[in-house]
T-cell receptor
């Protein structure tokens, strides 16, 4: 079956630091990959996505590249802000199965 | 309109009450979902409706009863809940194709007393 493994949190960084949150997946075929963000007290927002190998998703300064050879989709940002403090979920869907499979989530806190 | 709207935002109910959660989208999405999220956990799938028909029930207790009156609306009827059912209930919708991504509502924070 499908599964997503992402780095355990919490992650605490200073403002303007470089961010990497690791995500690897297990799936047959060619899944679509997503990063969702959940701000405190809110629902989930789609941050970025990639639907095929070597695609790069990007949004709000965040990037992630679909690496089929390493089955990874790591989230990066060059300079984080306090407003980026949230929980980040890596997720996938796969052909023939619309169910969204989530990783466990990574709580990110940015200190001024 | 690119939103999924959920009402109410907060709900407190007793274990003998009957209440309903509502979800609405006007993006023409043909799949709609109910998720349950406990604190510090990822969302857990409860139900999937595809073209207004229930396609997935993740072995959810019968005290939760979903309903899809039309392609834009999704309800979750609650009856005789337990305190452990307290959680954030999220509705989502998607196009009927892989890769489209889900659009989530902001959720209903449910407390069972």
């Amino acid at each position: 079956g499908n599964s997503v493994t992402q780095m355990e949190g919490p992650v605490t960084l200073s403002e303007e630091a470089f961010l990497t949150i690791n995500c690897t997946y297990t799936a047959t075929g060619y899944p679509s990959l997503f990063w969702y963000v959940q701000y405190p007290g809110e629902g989930l927002q789609l941050l970025l996505k990639a639907t095929k190998a070597d695609d790069k998703g990007s949004n709000k300064g965040f990037e992630a590249t679909y690496r089929k050879e390493t089955t990874s989709f790591h989230l990066e940002k060059g300079s984080v802000q306090v407003s980026d403090s949230a929980v980040y979920f890596c997720a996938l869907t796969n052909f023939g199965n619309e169910k969204l499979t989530f990783g466990t989530g990574t709580r990110l806190t940015i200190i001024p | 309109d690119t939103e999924v709207t959920q009402t109410p935002k907060h709900l407190v109910m007793g274990m003998t009450n009957k209440k309903s959660l509502k979800c609405e989208q006007h993006m023409g999405h043909r799949a709609m979902y109910w998720y349950k999220q406990k604190a510090k956990k990822p969302p857990e799938l409860m139900f999937v409706y595809s073209y207004e028909k229930l396609s997935i029930n993740e072995s959810v207790p019968s005290r939760f009863s979903p309903e899809c009156p039309n392609s834009s609306l999704l309800n979750l009827h609650l009856h005789a809940l337990q305190p452990e059912d307290s959680a954030l209930y999220l509705c989502a919708s998607s196009q009927d194709r892989v890769g489209g991504g889900y659009t989530f509502g902001s959720g209903t924070r449910l407390t069972v007393v």
